[in-house]
């Protein structure tokens, strides 16, 4: 695994020196240290870190509240620590989308393995937002397809097929999506 810029949030400063010190042993680099949520925002908007690792429980605003915020503004993999191992804590951090929970005492050993299920994680997350983003789309688009081929058909008189091929061959002597031409017939309806 290449070397992560990772941001810590813990209101103890001695365990966010020995977290600091476990991470650099395993070759990544620690950019930001916050003892409190809204630092932690406020740092992961500014330095823009791969990976980062909040305790729950800290002042002003708790780890979850603080991966919630981090997630909407640039989402990236987040490990939260805990050192309670409560129900509605786990709830809460599922439904922030944190890629990964960890129980303290946290070891070398136990980061290891819950990096590189987070970035895993994260990654597989984005992965699916793309194909929901790519599908709705495409969905849209299809839309669009049909009322500018339905418009063409009451217009021209044409057939479904005869409309579409139309509709084909503008996109590539136009070379412009198919989409934008429908877009563009819809218009010029709206206007007639």
């Given at each position: 695994m290449d070397a992560l810029r990772i941001l810590i949030a813990d209101d103890e400063?001695?365990?966010v020196m020995?977290?600091?010190g476990q991470l650099e042993a395993l070759g990544h680099k620690v950019?930001?240290?916050a003892s409190n949520g809204k630092e932690a925002v406020h740092l992961a908007d500014e330095l823009r870190p791969d990976l980062a690792i909040l305790d729950i429980k800290m002042p002003e605003?708790?780890?979850?509240e603080a991966a919630q915020k981090i997630m909407a503004a640039r989402p990236i993999p987040i490990i939260l620590l805990t050192a309670y191992s409560e129900r509605e804590l786990a709830e809460r951090a599922a439904s922030a989308n944190v890629a990964a929970y960890l129980m303290k005492p946290?070891?070398?050993q136990d980061l290891l393995p819950a990096i590189a299920l987070a970035v895993s994680r994260f990654k597989e997350f984005q992965s699916l937002h793309q194909e929901v983003d790519d599908l709705r789309d495409a969905l849209e688009t299809r839309k669009?397809?049909?009322r500018a081929k339905g418009i063409m058909m009451r217009r021209l008189g044409l057939s479904e097929e005869e409309a579409f091929r139309r509709m084909q061959r503008r996109s590539?002597?136009?070379n412009k999506r198919i989409g934008e031409i429908a877009q563009a017939i819809i218009m010029a309806d709206g206007m007639l």
């Open positions: 400063s001695l365990r020995s977290l600091k950019v930001a240290e605003m708790d780890g979850i946290i070891s070398e669009l397809i049909e590539q002597n136009e």
